[in-house]
């Protein structure tokens, strides 16, 4: 953990506050922790993006004239409609203490696999695994082997790649990914059109005629062959 963030002070807090900063380039955060003040202070956009190209999770963040703390990037806030970066918050943490954490799943042999290979689709079911472990100690991600599954079948978390001093917490009866049945896209086509044609309009219904109207009917028929 070597890299050392420097953060700005920052006294004005708000909307219009945090708007100014990222017209700026910077980006509002806060830190915050056990046994620890929330601090907002913004960091330089570039100086943010370096260190998420890095994809480091543990760093040593440095406040004004601070000294360097450990901490991880608990949250970032994203903009729904363009991305832009938001805000960003940070949680100090102590290396002899254990924390709980996300990490992602990452599947291996996904190209060997005999369903795939049989046109099956792969589907990660579960993205994250929460893992109990020190800061120092965080995987990158937790590696599940799916080059043997066939169609129909499952992972578990059970399966998940074990990590020295890396406990998972999540259920380990959870399933991680399965492979289904090829799409019969042919087959969806023509159900997604016959569905269409049902919606763009109701199908004609023929009016049953009511016992009266067909025994006042033949009763007039009768008439008309006397009169002729």
Known sequence: ????????????TGTRASQKLRNEEKIPAVLYGKDTKNTNFYIEKQEVEKLLRRQERLLNLSI?????????????QY??????????????VSLDEKIEVDVPVE????ELSPGVQEGGNLETVLHEITVLCFPDRIPESLSLDVS???????KTVSELEQVEEVEILTDAEEIVASVHEPVDVEAATDLEESLQEIEAGEPTVQKQKEPEEIETKEAENADRKQQE
Do not use: A, C, N, W
Request: net charge negative.
């Open 1 to 12: 953990m070597d890299t050392v963030l420097k953060g700005y002070e920052r006294k004005e």
């Open 64 to 76: 004004g004239k601070g000294d360097p703390v450990p901490t991880l990037i608990q949250d970032i």
């Open 79 to 92: 903009e729904p409609i363009k991305g832009d970066m938001l805000h960003i918050d940070f949680l100090k």
């Open 107 to 110: 599947l291996r042999g996904s």
């Open 148 to 154: 043997g599954m066939g169609i129909g079948e499952v």
